[in-house]
């Protein structure tokens, strides 16, 4: 295994886990590296083995794992993967989650609820982690739950340049699909040139998980191209009628932008039907052929996360890859 070494002393490991090999190995190509050779299996119960194939005695480990359905699943085999590292004395451990699990679950909006953001980060700390890195929080306050250092990348750049590309000259409207996300909108605008803001109103019973719905949008939208932006799509109801929202209202076109691809069932279905020009989203998840449809691109967030891991590693800026703005 080629390793990449800092001032003589630190060397660098990245180990993956199972759910999404081709993002890890991308990542590698990119840092110039090889993965660490790892034996990882499943018993016929369930439970998850992991053994490293190599000594990281002394290095500096980055575990990579993506958290697609079965969610729960990927998350234990990393946390396993993150104890092994510490008792093979690791120097220190640094969980790469590009989609951070059960993140959605960041706050009580109902008594008796659990606040599973906060117990992942326990979970993680407790199994021997250092740090975190991941993409696009969908609230920046869960990086408040790890008790240590949390890098929080964006793909709004990656994201953005691809749409400014496609949009041309058009006049551009960013449309957040509810008003929690306007902050993000800010951002969008900014990257597309000052581009108005609009937001998509709607409704949600919080007894009944993945529906929403969207009512009406506040702001120029007709006769304009609406970037639609969101952290992660689901089940693709929330935006599907956004959409619907939007050309009802005028909108001449309207691409969706997304950073994580959750695509659970009938996302795909959703998404190619609700008449979007385009959805653009990153790879920070696997998307098999099955869940893929013409009008998809799916863009890779391997370069950045191998140049935050670059950074981490030499004991660099992340900061400094967004403009001092992360």
């Given at each position: 295994?080629s390793?990449?070494?800092?001032n003589?002393?630190k060397?660098l490991?990245?180990?993956?886990g ?7 190995e ?7 590296t090889?993965?660490?050779p ?13 053994r ?12 990579i ?9 990927w998350?234990?085999e990393?946390?396993?993967m ?11 451990i ?10 959605r679950?960041d706050?009580?909006g109902r ?18 982690a250092d740090?975190?890195?991941?993409v696009?929080?969908?609230t920046a306050?869960?990086?408040?739950f ?6 929080h990348?964006?793909a709004?750049?990656l994201?953005a340049e691809h ?5 041309g ?10 008003t929690?996300?306007?902050r993000?909108?800010?951002q969008w ?12 109103h ?5 007894t ?27 089940t ?10 939007l050309?009802?209202a005028?909108?001449?076109?309207v691409?969706?932008a ?7 069932a ?13 959805v ?6 696997p998307?098999?052929a099955e869940k893929?449809f ?7 967030i391997?370069?950045?996360?191998a140049r935050?891991?670059k950074?981490?590693?030499e ?7 967004f403009?001092?703005?992360?």
């Amino acid at each position: 295994m080629s390793e990449l070494s800092y001032n003589g002393d630190k060397k660098l490991v990245l180990a993956s886990g199972r759910a999404h090999p081709e993002l890890a190995e991308e990542v590698a190509r990119c840092l110039d590296t090889e993965l660490l050779p790892m034996s990882a299996y499943d018993f016929a119960n369930g439970e998850i083995y992991v053994r490293s194939g190599e000594s990281v005695r002394g290095k500096e480990v980055f575990i990579i794992q993506a958290h697609p359905a079965p969610l729960n699943n990927w998350l234990m085999e990393q946390l396993i993967m993150v104890d092994s590292m510490k008792r093979a004395s690791a120097r220190r451990i640094t969980v790469v989650a590009p989609f951070y699990p059960y993140a959605r679950q960041d706050k009580k909006g109902r008594g008796r609820e659990p606040i599973s953001a906060r117990l992942v980060a326990d979970l993680y700390k407790t199994a021997g982690a250092d740090r975190i890195m991941s993409v696009d929080l969908h609230t920046a306050q869960i990086q408040g739950f790890f008790d240590g250092p949390v890098d929080h990348l964006f793909a709004i750049p990656l994201l953005a340049e691809h749409i400014r590309k496609m949009v041309g000259d058009d006049a551009v409207t960013v449309v957040s699909p509810d008003t929690g996300r306007v902050r993000v909108a800010e951002q969008w605008a900014e990257r597309l040139g000052g581009a108005p803001l609009a937001f998509v109103h709607k409704s949600r019973d919080l007894t009944v998980p993945n529906q929403a719905v969207s009512k009406t949008v506040v702001g120029q939208v007709k006769g304009r191209t609406c970037v639609l932006i969101d952290d992660m799509i689901d089940t693709g109801g929330t935006i599907a009628g956004a959409v619907r929202v939007l050309k009802d209202a005028g909108a001449k076109d309207v691409i969706i932008a997304a950073t994580h691809a959750v695509f659970s069932a009938p996302a795909s279905e959703r998404l190619a039907n609700c008449g979007a020009r385009e959805v653009v989203v990153t790879d920070t998840l696997p998307i098999p052929a099955e869940k893929r449809f013409p009008t998809l691109t799916v863009l890779s967030i391997a370069p950045l996360l191998a140049r935050a891991i670059k950074e981490v590693f030499e004991d660099g800026s992340v900061t400094s890859l967004f403009d001092g703005n992360a």
